[in-house]
């Protein structure tokens, strides 16, 4: 049971450059979450799927898409990245009761 | 709206001394409360958390959190600290039906010996 894991774990990219990051979840979770994390900012919310199939925006969602390509796995689309969006990306997943966030060990991003 | 208050960014402690980590909330309705610990280059990990019932939550490590509606605070507490409690510490809420999380901005715990 290897829980919430995301890949790659560090990325450098140049200004312009698309990316995906992988997020995947063996609990049987409904909900996934995309999550950015900057330095006294805490963690604010890219994207989440209530289910599968379903998507939602969050709090700042401007230059990301994401995808629920099943119940397993959630992927977020940086299509030109710019150096505001450098930061530790964290995945989550929440399973029947939405009680509990189950985090991913997070893919830091340079854009230079 | 929701929105979650950690007043303090940091907190110096020494061992063995106690330790409170503040969090507010504002909330028209009525939500879910949690704590996470991130240890440096990781991710978060569940401290304890708030569902209903009890008021004092304990949690692992020894932590323990308080929910106080009236004063719409969940203060996170230990009584003595390790070293190995250096981190950085998240309040969270999530209201009740919904599925969005929202979390603090967190507060480093550093202990010192």
């Known amino acids: 049971n290897a829980g919430v894991t995301q890949t790659p774990k560090f990325q450098v990219l140049k200004t312009g450059q698309s990316m995906t990051l992988q997020c995947a979840q063996d609990m049987n979770h409904n909900s996934m979450y995309w999550y950015r994390q900057d330095p006294g900012m805490g963690l604010r919310l890219i994207y989440y799927?209530?289910?599968?199939?379903?998507?939602d925006k969050g709090e700042v969602p401007n230059g990301y898409n994401v995808s629920r390509l099943n119940k397993r796995e959630f992927s977020l689309r940086l299509e030109s990245a710019a150096p505001s969006q450098t930061s530790v990306y964290f995945c989550?997943?929440?399973?029947?009761?939405?009680?509990?966030?189950?985090f991913g060990p997070g893919t830091r991003l340079l854009v230079l | 709206a929701q929105s979650v208050t950690q007043l303090d960014s940091q907190v110096p402690v020494f061992e063995e001394a106690p330790v409170e980590l503040r969090c507010n909330y504002s909330?028209?309705?009525?939500?879910?409360l949690f704590w996470y610990v991130q240890y440096p280059n990781q991710g978060l990990q569940l401290l304890l958390k708030?569902?209903?019932?009890?008021?004092l939550v304990k949690g692992i490590n020894g932590f323990e959190a308080e929910f106080n509606k009236s004063h719409t605070s969940f203060h996170l507490r230990k009584p003595s600290v390790h070293i190995s409690d250096t981190a950085e510490y998240f309040c969270?809420?999530?209201?009740?039906?919904?599925?969005?999380?929202?979390f603090g901005s967190g507060t480093k715990l550093n202990v010192k010996p």
């Open positions: 909330s028209s309705v009525s939500v879910y």
């Open positions: 708030y569902l209903s019932g009890s008021t």
């Open positions: 799927s209530a289910s599968e199939g379903t998507t």
């Open positions: 969270a809420v999530r209201m009740y039906n919904f599925n969005k999380f929202y």
């Open positions: 989550a997943s929440t399973g029947g009761n939405q009680e509990t966030q189950y």
